[in-house]
């Protein structure tokens, strides 16, 4: 479904999109109940490596800390 919520994040990342990879997960379907369960009222959602990073809008201060932290640790 459209989500301008997401489109807007999306845009907010565009720059950085050669310094990681953007899987986006449709929480609809119903083999992702679960992530729907915990997050429908929160998107977006954003992992980075896994990890819970931030929800409703893009914090770039703090997507850029967490993405220089781990491209120093990948050195």
């Not at 050669?18 to 992530?35: G, K, M, Y």
């Not at 929800?55 to 990948?74: A, G, M, N, P, T």
Request: glycine share 2%; aromatic share 12%.
């Amino acid at each position: 479904k459209p989500c301008p919520l997401c489109d807007e994040a999306k845009e907010v990342l565009e720059p950085y999109k050669r310094r990681f990879i953007l899987q986006e997960v449709d929480i609809t379907l119903p083999e992702n109940s679960a992530w729907y369960d915990k997050y429908k009222y929160d998107i977006p959602v954003f992992h980075l490596n896994g990890k819970f990073l931030m929800k409703h809008c893009v914090d770039i201060q703090k997507f850029e800390d967490r993405l220089r932290k781990l491209e120093l640790q990948s050195e």
